[in-house]
């Protein structure tokens, strides 16, 4: 009840299987770039460490959290103590159960993630799939907004 209005997205995340083995299963290729740096690909802080199990969580709509277009590094910098950035299995999730958003020309920055120390997980469109890639972080981009979710969440 608390999340009305901020966090309006239930998903559920499954984090048994590797993100990088989820993606190919949801057929959500991964650029090169990101594929060669799947080694330098971790959580931004140990609040962005996900659970060993799957659970659920609230995450907030695009644009809900941020409606004007920020960099991923300005946004990690305004999350509140009750937010946590997106990471590639909410990405996942997202994707999975809301193809609607990417299709319409909506993406996410995961920003709860670092690729080496100066890239950022995304999901987007590329040919009109769905794909993981790995932008700069401190652009901001016009059709991207960060994936949030509430910090709290429901495991198992």
Same mark, same amino acid.
């Given at each position: ?57 609230? #995450? ?5 959290? #941020? ?90």
């Amino acid at each position: 009840e608390e999340y009305k209005g901020k966090f309006d997205v239930p998903l559920i995340v499954e984090t048994r299987i590797p993100w990088q083995r989820q993606a190919e299963l949801a057929g959500i290729p991964l650029s090169d770039f990101l594929r060669k740096s799947i080694g330098q690909t971790n959580p931004w802080t140990l609040r962005s460490q996900p659970p060993e199990k799957a659970y659920t969580g609230w #995450f907030s709509k695009w644009g809900q959290r #941020f409606t004007e277009k920020i960099s991923p590094f300005d946004a990690r910098n305004q999350l509140t103590h009750d937010e946590v950035g997106g990471n590639p299995f909410e990405g996942i999730a997202q994707q999975v159960h809301h193809p609607e958003v990417t299709r319409s020309g909506n993406y996410f920055d995961l920003i709860g993630y670092w690729v080496g120390s100066d890239y950022v997980p995304s999901l987007d469109r590329w040919d009109g799939r769905p794909r993981l890639r790995a932008y700069w972080s401190d652009d901001a981009r016009g059709d991207f907004r960060p994936l949030v979710r509430g910090s709290k969440i429901v495991i198992g």
